[in-house]
């Protein structure tokens, strides 16, 4: 058992308040999913939940972590001092032969690559995480806790992870975006907020699987916006029946004969009853429900016009061998490639980790940018290929500097749920999702009509990600992805290729 007393946190550079009076018990069997929008504080819980001491630097805290467990944490991001390491050096501090989980030995990795001398920064984004979880395995933890744990993921060893979180004993804390892991999975839904326009912190604790949660939720704030819209319009009809009743005493005083004290009196008592019943309408206005701002309320869409004719080619892309240069050698990924896109098809590209998905994809990059018949756009699977994170927000989306752009961009930005204090921080300040987004946007303002997205929607929380697959499914324009995410294939794909050693296969799932 785990027990999570009394957790405050908020960050040192503005003081905002991340999360406030936490409380949470894990115990044996749960397998709990923190949930939430970019940048409200799930992997910085996850942090103080593993070791307080990772916080210092960037957030002040208080309260408390009580039981005596051993924690194995899967952070985000490898740290950088084993990039340069190879496999063989990584692995060397655990005994993968001792271990008492078999599934460590299920996870799609060729087995010579654990004795291998290949260095990790040559390794896929997946092969990456593949090989962290199995050394976080071979430690035996008995709570685990995972940040993102799907990222970079090919859809087999997804499957993998599912089936080893449904079937461990061990209780298990993970952050997500991805809702299909989600819903196969979670038993408990720790959902951290930012309410009253991101100035105020707020957790729920649902005891149901996330489906269930969704539902209740979605429910839930349809009522309150309901019963929120209700009380503002009574509040206006109270407020013109009282103003109206107010403009008729006032013209009255101001009409009355000086010959008729007992007349002025009555009034100036009407008057200071009105007063009085001003004050009681507007105390009780305080007491409104919010009418909802959520995660899921973002504005998102195309200008109407961003489309592709049918039937115009927009791709026809060969390559007879696809390699990468690793160790002063060319390893060759793929052979015999050819992908033909026409317009306005939504292209989904899979396939397991390593195979040179990316790679494949800045061959069409390259091709498509240069075109000018067609107004093409980017998203890479690595921000920074095209972000300068030293940047702010705006100075990315808008290179005209005319005022009218600027005011767009900002617009934009909101209807993405940013706030002022964001829209002014440095992209690197930003969260992965937040640069998810913001990129989006740039697509958006830019008026692409043809998208080259690489994972796009790792980063975006699992209650925005519907409103981003249904404006991309609706998207009239012809995209081509790279996806691991198998709610983006179910709604948004309507052709998908999964990249072998032999080539491109097409996949039917009907």
């Known amino acids: 058992m785990l027990d999570i007393k009394n957790v405050t946190i908020s960050k040192k550079e503005d003081s905002r308040l991340l999360i406030k009076d ?52 899967l952070e985000q991001e490898m740290e950088e001092k084993w990039l340069n390491c190879t496999v063989q050096e990584f692995l060397a501090e655990v005994d993968l032969y001792s271990c008492s989980d078999p599934g ?17 920064k040559t390794l896929s984004g997946g092969e990456k995480v593949k090989l962290r979880l199995i050394k976080l395995l071979a430690e035996e933890p008995d709570v685990l806790l995972m940040d993102e744990p799907t990222n970079d993921l090919d859809i087999s060893t997804l499957l993998w992870l599912e089936e080893f979180i449904n079937n461990t004993k061990c209780p298990i804390i993970y952050v997500s975006h991805d809702e299909a892991m989600i819903e196969n999975t979670a038993n408990i839904i720790i959902h951290l907020e930012q309410v009253k326009r991101k100035t105020e912190p707020h957790y729920t604790v649902a005891y149901m699987s996330y489906e269930e949660y969704a539902q209740k939720r979605l ?29 008729k005493v006032d013209s009255q005083q101001d009409n009355i004969s000086r010959g008729n004290p007992a007349g002025g009196r009555l009034l100036k008592k009407k008057m200071k ?37 049918n039937g115009k080619k927009i791709l026809e892309y060969s390559l007879e061998v696809l390699k990468v240069r690793n160790e002063g050698e060319d390893r060759v990924l793929a052979e015999n490639l050819f992908l033909r896109v026409i317009g306005p098809e939504h292209v ?76 002014e921080h440095k992209i690197g300040e930003l969260s992965g999702g937040q640069k998810a987004k913001l990129i989006l946007l740039k697509l958006i303002l830019d008026g692409c009509n043809v998208l080259i997205l690489d994972e796009p ?19 009239k324009g012809t995209i081509i992805s790279i996806t691991h995410d198998r709610k983006y294939i179910e709604e948004v794909a309507t052709t998908v290729y999964e990249l072998t050693r032999q080539g491109l296969k097409r996949i039917d799932f009907d």
């Open 273 to 309: 009853n009105l007063l009085s019943q001003e004050k009681r309408i507007e105390k009780k206005a305080e007491e409104f429900l919010e009418i909802p701002d959520v995660e899921e309320a973002i504005l998102f869409d195309f200008p109407e016009g961003t489309q592709i004719p």
């Open 348 to 423: 989904a590209i899979i396939g397991d980790n390593g195979t040179g998905k990316t790679t494949f994809l800045h061959g069409i990059v390259k091709e498509l940018l240069s075109r000018r018949d067609i107004k093409a756009g980017y998203m890479p699977q690595n921000y920074e290929e095209i972000l300068d994170y030293t940047m702010n927000p705006v100075d990315f989306l808008v290179s005209s500097g005319r005022k009218e752009d600027i005011t767009k961009a900002f617009t934009f930005m909101g209807g993405m749920k940013f706030t002022r204090e964001e829209m």
């Open 457 to 475: 929607t790792r980063n975006l929380s699992p209650l925005s990600n519907p409103v981003i697959r249904g404006v991309l499914s609706e998207y």
């Open 219 to 247: 429910s839930g704030l349809k009522k309150q916006e309901m019963v929120a819209r209700k009380q503002r319009e009574d509040y206006k009809s109270k407020m013109q029946r009282w103003q109206q009743i107010y403009n």
């Open 22 to 73: 936490f409380n949470f018990t894990l115990n044996q069997g749960d397998k709990a999913v923190i949930i939430g929008e970019e940048g409200n504080g799930k992997s910085t819980l996850l942090k103080f939940i593993y070791s307080k001491e990772l916080l210092e630097n960037y957030c002040d805290y208080s309260g408390q972590i009580l039981g005596h467990n051993k924690m194995g944490y």
């Open 104 to 120: 460590i030995w299920t996870m799609n990795l060729e087995p010579s690559i654990f004795n291998s001398s290949q260095l990790i």
